[in-house]
């Protein structure tokens, strides 16, 4: 198979280089297949490597990053035209013949536009100017205005999006070739483009302005070049920022040629208005890119089956454990508060070792009556008790090869810690009514919220048992312990009830976000899920506002958050009368909380919320 990276912009422009072996590196060092003179470029920067006629592209821990197709990864599959940028340089994966991609990207060129062209800035003009504009065109431009929204808001594949938008640009505005730029510096050349010609679909080899892009940028207002009077060619440009909610994130790029042909104001203010709708949805559009490169180079490193998400420091760690200790056969405590994800981390240590096409059998120890709980275990021969009309296998037998895991095993019973100890001295158990012994052959992962150590001393649970399953241990840590995993499963959360509800996501507010971050999370990864279920359930339009949280949510308002008048007046309102009670109360809060109609339970969970400890008094 002929495949080959081609550099189409930086310090070796126009070099091909074939990939011939099973891996392929390029960086600043000349040991390198493809070395590039750039000093923002790594000494070895990143790898291909083919494996099964795919190819993987490994990110070498890079000081500036690699971006393929603009998202910043660090493990990518590359596909036939993949771009990918690397420093200032520029480069083209290609498969096959088929040199298309190269023709179809968008390259900067840089050259002094004094000698033809004379670019001034441009902004909206005031609503009271004489734009002479009449009405049927002012009817066509606000009929275009809905259409772009009603069309780009439903699109979530990004180049879909950025050519449907064009093409309905392009339905108003007179323009001969376009292009969406993604870049997120005026210096650096484009990360993710999409080009529009209106003779052939892609405009072939797009050239775009420099010192155009760099103007609209830097001065965030719509830019129009025309030809000047001693100009050959007749080429007019208009150049629009795309300023989304958290920066400017690249530009709209239209050309007119031909004498006579120019943008008008009118164009520029249509043009406008529609960067200013669509900058926030290619926004949302990138970063759930980003995230869906990011959640496909973790699975790629370790297949962790879709379910454990999160980039904090504190979950790299969780996952760098999990590959540690999935390809041994110890016996693994996970520890941490209830909704942490113990058992899903469990699962993701069995889905990676050896046993993984053995079976995973979980158990709560803590729902199962003791009196059941044994048979559970173990299983039972026909006619052991009463009720027992059949044989029946244990989960330790139907586990046989794979794993066991016990959760909530500080809620074992004292009888069956002894017979859990036998089994893990012995590899043997028997049925309950049966003396023939059967051999176990499973690893056994257990789980607790439970201070283990305390209850060896308060003689609750066996220590001998406590060593046989502490051979190796791992506190997954709580929600609150990682605030920056927060927006990230947020987001998990409700793509994934999105789905199951059949509504649009276009994302989360920033201020639903804000309130989200200032909760502490009592509940952990299992209330976030619940709170961003609620949330697709009850919201009423594509993003998720404040109004669609759970209530406890909203009762404890971000500092500075702005937008939210309405909450923090009802919040306000809720502190005077729960402070009002109290005083009238004497501060005996079960008093106050019949005053108030509210359950004791929740009158406390409020004045933990509204923060209002110390205007209350106690008893």
């Not at 821990?61 to 603009?70: C, E, Q």
């Not at 048979?375 to 039972?380: M, P, Q, T, Y």
């Not at 005077?576 to 406390?604: F, S």
Request: aromatic share 4%; glycine share 8%.
């Amino acid at each position: 198979m002929d495949s080959r990276v081609v550099v189409v912009s930086g310090s070796a422009k126009g070099t091909v280089v074939r990939l011939t072996g099973s891996q392929f590196s390029v960086g600043r060092d000349s040991g390198n297949q493809l070395c590039l003179h750039d000093l923002a470029v790594s000494r070895k920067h990143f790898s291909i490597s083919e494996t099964d006629a795919a190819f993987h592209l490994v990110d070498l821990d890079s000081h500036n990053g690699t971006f393929v197709n603009g998202i910043p990864v660090r493990r990518k599959l590359l596909g036939h035209g993949d771009a990918i940028r690397v420093g200032h340089c520029e480069l083209v994966f290609l498969i096959g013949e088929d040199d298309s991609p190269i023709a179809r990207m968008v390259q900067f060129r840089d050259e002094s536009p004094g000698d033809r062209l004379i670019t001034t800035s441009t902004n909206i003009l005031p609503a009271d100017a004489n734009l002479g504009i009449d009405v049927g065109r002012m009817a066509r431009d606000l009929n275009a205005l809905f259409k772009v929204a009603s069309t780009i808001n439903s699109i979530r594949d990004l180049e879909a999006l950025q050519q449907r938008l064009l093409e309905l640009i392009c339905e108003v505005v007179p323009a001969d070739s376009a292009a969406v730029v993604i870049t997120r510096q005026a210096d650096d050349d484009p990360g993710s483009s999409c080009t529009w010609n209106r003779k052939a679909g892609d405009s072939p080899a797009l050239q775009i302005r420099r010192e155009i892009v760099q103007r609209a940028l830097w001065e965030r207002s719509a830019t129009i070049s025309r030809p000047s009077a001693q100009s050959r060619n007749a080429e007019s440009v208009l150049c629009v920022p795309l300023t989304a909610v958290e920066s400017t994130i690249g530009v709209l790029y239209l050309i007119a040629r031909g004498a006579g042909k120019r943008f008008e104001e009118d164009h520029v203010n249509f043009l406008t208005s529609v960067a200013g709708i669509a900058a926030v949805t290619l926004e949302n559009v990138l970063a759930l890119e980003s995230l869906r490169n990011e959640n496909r180079r973790l699975q790629t490193e370790l297949d962790l089956d879709g379910v454990i998400v999160g980039e904090s420091d504190s979950m790299r760690k969780v996952q760098e454990f999990i590959a540690r200790v999935a390809g041994g056969d110890s016996a693994i405590l996970i520890r941490g508060e209830s909704g942490t994800g113990k058992e899903l981390v469990a699962h993701a240590i069995h889905h990676n070792s050896p046993r993984a096409g053995k079976p995973f059998i979980a158990i709560n120890c803590a729902a199962i009556p003791e009196a059941l709980l044994e048979s559970e275990l173990f299983g039972h021969e026909k006619g052991a008790f009463t009720g027992a009309i059949a044989t029946k296998k244990g989960k330790l037998e139907v586990a046989e090869g794979g794993t066991v895991f016990l959760d909530e095993i500080g809620e074992l019973p004292p009888p069956l810690q002894a017979k859990l100890l036998r089994v893990l001295q012995q590899r043997e158990f028997e049925r309950v009514g049966s003396t023939r012994s059967l051999k176990f052959d499973a690893r056994v992962l257990t789980a607790t919220n439970k201070d283990l150590e305390q209850a060896i001393k308060d003689r609750e649970f066996r220590p001998d048992l406590y060593y046989r399953l502490n051979v190796v241990s791992m506190v997954i840590p709580p929600l609150r312990e990682r605030s920056d995993d927060i927006p990230l499963l947020a987001i998990y959360f409700a793509a994934k009830y999105a789905e199951k509800c059949k509504r649009p996501l276009k994302g989360i507010s920033p201020e639903a976000r804000a309130s989200l971050m200032a909760y502490s999370w009592p509940g952990n990864v299992r209330e976030l899920e619940n709170a961003m279920e609620h949330a697709m359930v009850l919201g009423l339009t594509d993003e998720i506002l404040p109004d669609d949280l759970p209530a406890a949510l909203l009762e404890v308002q971000p500092v500075e958050q702005s937008g939210v008048k309405y909450h923090d007046r009802i919040n306000h309102l809720k502190k005077q009368l729960i402070v009002d009670a109290v005083a009238q109360t004497k501060g005996n809060y079960t008093e106050a909380a019949k005053l108030l109609g509210l359950h004791p339970n929740y009158l406390h969970r409020l004045i933990r919320n509204l923060d209002i400890k110390g205007e209350v008094q106690g008893e």
